[in-house]
């Protein structure tokens, strides 16, 4: 027997059902984009090597997927070339093109070559799938969506203002309760200026940052482990376990931070955004959130699901240099993504997915012989018109084997029309959850679907 197919590991199939979930995330998603003003872009699934190397770090790059160049990849090279070259050197000759990593980088690029045609600030976003050549695990994939959105090419705090109203508009749709979680990066410096420790700003914040999920004992230890002094972990502790309404930790920090420039600018503006954010949901100022310390230089946001033990399902922040890699420094921006799989999960464990949302068909007709399907096909039209999805069973066959075809796709409705119906100008309209029929005309059925 011939071998079953099967797919690369960390890449998935998904169903009509899940897509129609999935296109549910997506739509409410893009809908709640275009509300704020922003436009979609696409860009391409690979891009050049030179575009995407050195962007991300060294891990980074040897998690990009390299498309082997077409053709005589291997003209020009001799044998013993080919034989002693490492795989780095090999990779550099035979692929000039990869697949995109994020969609944050190509944004990058696509910003600089078509700076003359955009009107600044640019409000982009963009749904696309992103590649990483990462071992598969569970919850890690090869190949996922992303959901961001950015604004360049201006420096006002309003941008931040608007991206968590977005954050807060999309899941009060999705009936998700969340927490948002928000911090900046020019406070965390200051922190770390504040127990004389500025050198070590990314292991205190890598450290601090991880508090939810190792606790305060660990994270102190890791501090320790990282040359931290005694003294400065010391003076950390009230910052970490800082509690209280956002107000009565920024008035602390303001005081702590008395002596940092670069600490109060950063207080100064989470005052500015949290006087002008008006949510449905929780906000929450959260000292320990640090997210990427080398990307980010201002707010910083992530969200947390209130009743679903997952992490993080959005994040983002300022950023102030996002085409410095391409040779058009100074451009400030500020972005959000939306993690499309964990929300998938959570609309899932909470069972919030619209009935409308991920119903396929409404209404099968029943194919009796070529006169009914005749007689079916006008109607079907007008159900169609109406903008209530129908279809009629394409084969005669027995009335058992296309009332299985109705349950397996779950319709809910079924349209019978014998020769009775038929003489009566009539369909049987048969409810598939109650079992009750009806004797209806075409535009009382119309109606009953609708």
């Not at 959005?314 to 921006?333: A, Q």
Request: glycine share 8%.
């Amino acid at each position: 027997m011939a071998q079953k197919p099967s797919i690369p590991k960390g890449t998935r199939d998904f169903s009509p059902v899940e897509m129609a979930k999935r296109n549910y995330i997506f739509n409410t998603i893009k809908e709640v984009y275009a509300l704020y003003g922003f436009q979609q872009i696409e860009t391409p699934a690979m891009e050049n090597l030179s575009t995407l190397m050195g962007k991300y770090g060294e891990e980074g790059d040897k998690l990009l997927f390299k498309i082997l160049n077409s053709g005589d990849f291997l003209h020009g090279m001799t044998a013993e070339e080919v034989a002693t070259t490492s795989t780095g050197k090999l990779a550099a000759k035979f692929c000039e093109k990869g697949l995109r990593y994020d969609l944050t980088v190509p944004f990058a690029r696509y910003v600089v070559q078509h700076r003359e045609e955009l009107a600044l600030p640019f409000k982009r976003y963009q749904i696309q799938p992103v590649w990483r050549a990462d071992r598969p695990q569970k919850g890690r994939y090869r190949e996922f969506y992303q959901c961001d959105a950015d604004v360049v090419g201006s420096d006002s705090l309003l941008n931040e203002v608007e991206l968590m109203q977005i954050v807060d508009t999309v899941f009060t749709r999705f009936g998700v309760r969340v927490c948002i979680k928000m911090n900046n990066r020019k406070i965390l410096t200051g922190i770390a200026e504040m127990i004389g420790q500025a050198d070590k700003i990314v292991d205190i914040t890598v450290a601090m940052d991880k508090l939810d999920k190792i606790g305060l004992d660990a994270v102190n230890a890791e501090l320790a482990e990282d040359g931290v002094p005694a003294e400065a972990i010391a003076k950390l502790q009230p910052i970490i376990q800082l509690s209280g309404s956002n107000e009565e930790k920024l008035a602390t920090m303001k005081e702590v931070l008395k002596d940092s420039e670069t600490g109060l600018k950063g207080v100064e503006e989470m005052e500015y955004i949290l006087s002008k954010l008006e949510t449905k949901n929780e906000v929450e100022l959260d000292l320990t959130l640090a997210r990427g310390l080398n990307y980010y230089t201002g707010a910083i946001f992530e969200v947390k699901a209130l009743d679903v033990e997952i992490g993080s399902i959005t994040g983002g922040g300022r950023y102030d240099n996002l085409t410095g890699i391409f040779g058009m420094p100074g451009l400030s921006g500020v972005g959000i993504s939306f993690g499309a799989d964990r929300i998938f999960d959570v609309l899932n464990q909470l069972d919030l997915y619209p009935k409308e949302a991920v119903g396929g068909t409404k209404v099968l007709f029943v194919n009796f012989g070529e006169a009914e399907a005749a007689y079916c096909l006008p109607v079907l039209a007008k159900v169609r018109a109406a903008g209530i999805s129908g279809e009629i069973f394409p084969d005669a066959v027995k009335m058992k084997k296309q009332m299985s075809y109705a349950n397996a796709k779950t319709i809910p409705f079924v349209a019978l029309a014998g020769e009775s119906e038929m003489n009566e100008g009539k369909i049987n309209l048969k409810n598939m959850t109650t079992g009750e029929q009806k004797l209806v005309t075409a535009e009382e059925l119309v109606e009953e679907l609708s």
